[in-house]
């Protein structure tokens, strides 16, 4: 009895670490929006971007058609501060796949200049026109 001979083909997609970049180089004042980019390397559109921060609670996903997707962060506190990471994660042919994490980008906030009251975001003015 012959046996037919069955071939079983199996593919991979290897993904390239995403990158990260801000449109502040990192630094950043509080009370500020912010927008951080994800963007990828690849042919596989069609995914979802995941941006985390690392040592805190600040994580969103967002679909694109496109190699990349923006994060806004609007009007930053000390919470936003800290190490962010990009993940990438497709679906070819009926199959999941995933990047690695990008690079870690070290984001810090820095308290603004209270010393006139047009950059007083919480209601304290040091010439003591308002109180809290």
Known sequence: MKHPLCYLLYFSVI???????TNTGGAVTWGQDVSITCSISTQHLGGTFTLQQSSGSFRKSQTSSTNSAVFRIPEVNFSNEGLYQCHYHTRVSGREFSSPQSSSYQTRVSSRDFSSPESDPVGLSVAGKRNI
């Open 15 to 21: 993904l390239p670490n995403p990158t990260i970049s």
